[in-house]
C-alpha cells in the first residue's frame, strides 16, 4: 500500500466519514473504494466510445429495419 496526502474540503471530508461509517468502513477503504468505481467507470466509458467507433450506421438501420412494427405488449406502453 501506499500513502497519499489530500487536500478535500471539510464539507466534504464530514460527508465521507459520515458515509464510512454509515458502511461500516474505515475513510482509507471508503476512498479506495470510490476511486476504483472512478476508475472503473472511466475505463467502461472508454471501451464503449471505441466499440461505438466501429459502428455502422447501415449496420444499425439494418438491425432497426427487422424490428417488427407492432403495438406493445401490455405493460409495456411506455
Not at 466519514?17 to 467502461?44: C, H, I, N, P, Y
Not at 464503449?48 to 427487422?66: I, N, P, T, Y
Amino acid at each position: 500500500m501506499t500513502t497519499l496526502t489530500l487536500k478535500i474540503p471539510e464539507g466534504v471530508l464530514l460527508a465521507i466519514r459520515q458515509s464510512a461509517d454509515e458502511a461500516g468502513v474505515s475513510v482509507d477503504q471508503f476512498l479506495s473504494s470510490a476511486a476504483a468505481e472512478k476508475l472503473a467507470s472511466w475505463k467502461t466509458l472508454d471501451w464503449l466510445r471505441s466499440e461505438a467507433a466501429m459502428g455502422k450506421r447501415a449496420d444499425f438501420e439494418r438491425f432497426l429495419g427487422a424490428v417488427p412494427n407492432t403495438p406493445p405488449v401490455p405493460g409495456d406502453e411506455y
